[in-house]
């Protein structure tokens, strides 16, 4: 994890937020190559679930709220966790999580250490809205991104030629003010998520059939995305363990460094949203079957991952070393860059005028790294590290013949392509 961690920072895929000021907890910066990622991540899950699909369209709902969604959503009341607190020193915990409860008490040797009885504690991240001092009023930052979905049930319906079963996606940053951030990017207090609300008719064998599918849809999709299969399972919810309006709940967890624990999830909500959002807005949220024109209200088969915690575990599943140098072993798709673009001395010109040429034209089409510093195996070495798939040379031979030297990540084998195949070479390497 220390490896995985110390990576990030040296090439630029994340960052502690606001670093210079001594650092704000529970926030994190995407660099230059983890930028690259997190778009990429995002890019493929949004063409897998809206752009290839038929039965799914998308939303990019706002992060402020009417503060009434979130009474309907229950959020106000029920988006909490019990909060304990170290008497001796006073740092606060989750009362939920007795393995920090433990180690804090590691950290105090030789001391008994006293808690306090467990207060729930909200969630919701308050900002205030308006130009006029104390007439402010208070707003929440979304503490999850779903209710954007849920309010917009309606619109969606009216101005768009959808019919049940159908889904609605969206990405975008949530906030809570977590107790104990941590374990890297896992536990953030900002952090961004991709979800489908997917809704159905109001039937038992429906509910289950597409709460079956989709568990198997988006476990397949992250094993394509090249994680391993044995990092992966599903964890079931047990009745006592689901939030109270789920009829049922699955979590996909990977096996992290500090143990399994999840990274997304798949609830049948039942008509929980809907029907509270109809109760404390008065708007009809029915959905009127146009062929037989009987109304009801929808059940919602919900996916939600967290993307910066999908990213997280791709890192470390693609973490790898051999004979002493590192190599990220990301799906091409996911890489920052798909490929590097070396002459092979920086000191020909004419060398460097025709690497920049092949350079300059992949660039409209893949995202492209140039180097020119040190031997080639530094270079490589370099771009093994933030898993660019492919490294081109360009040497004496290609002026003569028109061909290039690609080198591949994972198996350090070189072949001679063509410059005037080189991106559909390329293409047909990345995206198959
Ligand atoms: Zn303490």
Known sequence: MEKVVSLCKRRGFVFPGSEIYGGLAGTWDYGPTGSLLKKNLKDWWWKDIVQLRDDIVGLD?????NPKAWE??????????????????????????????????????????????????????KAYLGVVEGQKSEVFLRGEITNGVQVNFKNVVDSTRVRIPFGVAQIGKAFRNEITPGNFTFRSREFEQMEVQFYIRPEEAEGMKWFEYWKQNRMDWYVSLGIRKENLRFHDHAENERAHYARAATDIEYQAPWGWDEFMGIHHRGDWDLRRHQEFSKADMQYRDPDTGEAYTPWDIETSAGVDRSLLFVLIDAYSEENGRVLLKLHPRLAPYKVAVFPLLANKPNLVEKARGIYQELKKDFSVAWDDRGNIGKRYYAQDEIGTPYC??????????????????????QERVPIAGLASYLDQKING
């Open 61 to 65: 709902a706002a992060i402020f709220m």
């Open 392 to 413: 081109i040379t360009v040497d004496f031979e290609t002026l003569e013949k028109q061909d290039v030297t690609v080198r591949d990540r994972d198996t350090a084998k």
């Open 72 to 125: 309907a959503s229950g959020h106000t009341e029920a988006f909490t966790d019990p909060l304990v607190e170290c008497k001796s020193c006073h740092q606060r915990f989750r009362a939920d999580k007795p393995a920090e409860i433990t180690s804090h008490e590691k950290s105090h040797p030789g001391q008994k250490i006293e808690w306090t009885e467990p207060k729930t504690f909200n969630l919701l991240v």
